[in-house]
């Protein structure tokens, strides 16, 4: 089998491969630098940052599911302060991308965010317009196209020479719209889907499982709704880079993704179960370029053959 080159290109910067810890999933790295060099994967996504320290939402916040789990966390972070000076000096250690997520009640929240970050110098800026779990902001901004745009060209306006990659909602009637407005107002590339929204009742007690009621379901069950979602936004702005995530445990679920049109993957929920699981996907990807021939992983990126 030939050797594969697994390096990507995702808004012009380079992945030594295609895989990333989505955001939520994986903390600041720390806990899972315990298990191996966090310089093996392609990029890490931070926890969701905020202007000021959240302690997120009541529990209980997770609930698991047949096929994933349920959150509503509520976006428990330091703070984008206290990210910049406790969390990126430890992840400045290794090899590899640094991405910061951020969520804002207004456009201008995201825009300071943006402007800090920016000259704190991570990789890429992740513009969360899309979580579920935040009464304030996020849901608007993620399922209106013109707020969405707002939100996308303020954080244009203040991240630099730092590109914008907009995460978007999957709870929406049409996901294309919505990326067609953020690729319109500047966004350098986007990411989805974001959780779909979900709800548990515990039946002897009539109660919902989660304190807030509904959460985001997340995990293998979401898999073919990302696929789907990727492929359409994919036809709809073929111009611009995706970072697909949703459902993803192994290599085939990964290339799915990447036929679909994504330049790179998230993986998120499956690190709950297994620390290792995006190792075994990038290992998984290059197994499966190998076997069909393929000298370069990025060979997959929007080859898929609809009938």
Request: glycine fraction near 12%; charge should be negative; charged fraction near 20%.
């Amino acid at each position: 089998m030939p050797e594969v080159d697994l390096r990507v290109s995702l808004a012009g910067v380079e992945l030594k491969n295609p895989v990333v810890a989505a955001s939520g999933t994986f903390g600041f790295g720390r806990e899972y630098g315990q298990f191996y060099d966090l310089g093996e994967l392609g990029g890490i996504c931070v926890k969701g940052l905020t202007a000021t320290r959240r302690e997120g939402n009541p529990a209980p916040r997770i609930a698991e599911t047949p096929m994933g789990i349920l959150n509503s966390v509520g976006l428990q972070n330091p703070g984008v302060d206290a990210f910049i000076a406790e969390e990126l000096p430890f992840l400045r250690q290794f090899d590899t991308r640094v991405i910061a997520n951020i969520s804002g009640n207004t456009p201008e929240e995201y825009g300071e965010m943006c402007e800090k970050l920016s000259a704190a110098g991570v990789d890429l800026i992740e513009v969360n317009i899309s979580c579920p779990n935040v009464k304030a902001g996020g849901l608007a901004y993620g399922t209106r196209p013109e707020l969405a745009a707002e939100v996308t060209g303020e954080a244009k306006r203040h991240a630099g020479k730092v590109p914008v990659m907009v995460k978007l909602s999957p709870n929406v009637t049409d996901i294309t719209e919505i990326a067609r407005a953020a690729a319109d107002a500047g966004a350098d590339a986007l990411s989805l889907i974001n959780t779909l929204r979900g709800m548990r009742i515990d039946v002897d007690t009539r109660r919902p499982i989660l304190k807030m009621n509904t959460g985001g379901l997340s995990g293998p069950a979401v898999l073919p709704v990302a696929v789907r979602m990727v492929w359409e936004v994919h036809t709809a702005v073929p111009h611009l880079p995706i970072l697909g995530m949703g459902g993803v445990s192994g290599g085939e679920d990964a290339a799915q993704l990447m036929l679909a049109g994504a330049s790179a993957v998230a993986v998120g929920t499956a690190l709950f179960a297994d620390p290792y699981a995006p190792l075994k996907v990038r290992d998984g990807l290059r197994d499966i370029a190998a076997r069909q021939g393929l000298d370069k992983v990025r060979s997959l990126t929007g080859a898929v053959r609809p009938w």
